[in-house]
């Protein structure tokens, strides 16, 4: 009741005011018909006090989000829908519901009166910019009598989660150099992709039957080739992420560390399209099995709340290692010293086909031209050390789109080329 009392508006104490003046005059002078004024007046923002506090729990509500996962400046709509259970109809009622600042304002919408047993519904719509999980709620809801002599504030507890996730981009089909690093021999994938008569073969070895030769690709080979044995094949790709905090400049959604959360997640989402058993790794020791039916939801909410912090390349390796069973390893990478490169370079065993995408953080900021020639020649250094342990590295700089990188990643030749190109230059620097 105290509260009620605490919530009476301005009208509702003018009553209260006006009523208590007029008892006060009937006594003085005596008047019984004043008297029965006065208490009408005090009377009736007690009892609006009294009708809404009871009020209190008599509403319910529910609330949706469609959908409960949106990309990186995606929409969601909210849903609330409010149900008067108690049998006297509502007053106006004010909806606000609470929201975290990177999904906008808090939303005020005005709900009219509500009949016995009746349920309205309203809507808004966020956007988000930066990738998390937010929590939507609690909504509160301002409860006035129908005269409006007091007004509460009521709070209810349930709240949602809108789970915003990394930009992906849609990435063109390439056949990538060591995608059937599994068990077993079929290449079923080739035979579907380029045709019967780029069918998987090996060498003939004795005991094959004959009827399994090649002839296509034996006269192509100048020896006698045979058809693999259909076998279930397993293309495997793990993809890391490099969170090292040092690693990356630039700050809000378009930071370096946010290109890379976002090709891992456009990668990630690629590969298992393509029918990868695939595992996610992160520099904080996040090992999540992509291939189950879960897999991609749970990839995408650690993907959507992955910070950078405190690490190094070493404990990055240990825990890609830790469960590595050969097949493709995709690193999204920071930058780089010539040693850290070197210490990636024991990725390279278990018949692991390793590529880079190395970030040039460097390019994110704006640097004077000394510090510029030394960071562009610290992530040469990186680079070449990366390509000569056996990597494969494609550079990634400022502006630069996933999707016109991506073809260079297939490239099996790429090493070599950025190889003989720093050899053009070193020679040319001693002339």
């Keep these: 009741m105290r509260e009620a009392l605490r919530g009476l508006t301005t009208r509702g104490r003018s009553f209260l005011a006006a009523g208590l003046a007029a008892a006060l005059s009937a006594v ?12 009408l007046l005090i009377a009736l923002p007690l009892i609006a006090a009294v009708y809404v506090g009871r009020n209190r729990y008599r509403l319910a509500c529910t609330r949706s989000l469609d959908p409960q996962r949106t990309p990186v400046g995606g929409n969601a709509r909210v849903v609330l829908r409010l149900q008067n ?20 304002s808090r939303p005020r919408v005005v709900l009219e009166r509500l009949a016995a047993g009746q349920a309205s519904s309203v809507g808004y719509t966020v956007r988000a910019d930066l990738r998390g999980r937010y929590q939507v709620g609690p909504l509160i809801v301002r409860l006035t009598d129908p005269f409006g002599l007091c007004e509460l504030t009521r709070a209810f507890p349930s709240t949602d989660r809108l789970t915003v996730i990394p930009q992906v981009t849609a990435l063109p089909s390439v056949r990538l150099t060591g995608e059937y690093a599994g068990t077993g021999e ?8 380029h045709g019967e008569d780029d069918a998987a073969t090996r060498e003939y070895r004795r005991g094959d039957d004959l009827r399994r030769v090649h002839w296509r690709s034996t006269a ?4 006698l080739m045979v058809r693999r044995e259909e076998q279930p094949w397993d293309s495997r790709a793990t993809v890391v992420l490099d969170t090292r905090a040092s690693a990356y400049r630039g700050e809000g959604p378009t930071a370096s560390f946010e290109f890379a959360v976002s090709a891992a997640a456009s990668i990630a989402l690629h590969l298992r399209q393509a029918g990868y058993k695939l595992r996610l ?23 959507a709340e992955v910070k950078p912090q405190a690490g190094d390349v070493a404990s990055l390796i240990e825990h ?15 930058s780089l010293t010539a040693g850290e490169a070197e210490v990636l370079a024991r990725l390279r065993g278990n018949n692991a086909t390793c590529i880079g995408l190395l ?16 960071a562009d020649t610290a992530q040469s250094a990186a680079a070449l050390s990366l390509t000569r342990s056996g990597w494969r590295v494609v550079t990634v700089n400022h502006g630069a789109k996933l999707a016109a990188l991506w073809p260079q990643i297939g490239r099996g030749t790429q090493g070599f080329a950025y190889r003989a190109t720093m050899a053009e230059t070193v020679a040319g620097g001693r002339r």
């Design 85 to 104: 259970m108690s049998r006297l109809p509502t007053g106006t009622l004010l909806l606000e519901d609470r929201l975290p600042y990177a999904l906008g």
């Design 220 to 223: 192509r080979k100048g020896e």
């Design 281 to 303: 790794v992160t520099g904080a020791g996040v090992d999540i099995d992509a291939s189950e039916a879960a897999g991609d939801g749970v990839m995408m909410d650690h993907l």
């Design 28 to 39: 003085v002078l005596g008047e019984r018909d004043l008297l029965r004024v006065a208490i």
């Design 320 to 334: 890609v290692r830790g469960r590595s069973d050969g097949g493709l390893v995709i690193a999204l990478l920071g």
């Design 359 to 374: 970030v040039d953080s460097s390019t994110w900021v704006n640097l004077p031209p000394e510090a510029r020639t030394e």
């Design 186 to 193: 079929s290449r079923a994938k080739s035979v579907a992709v």
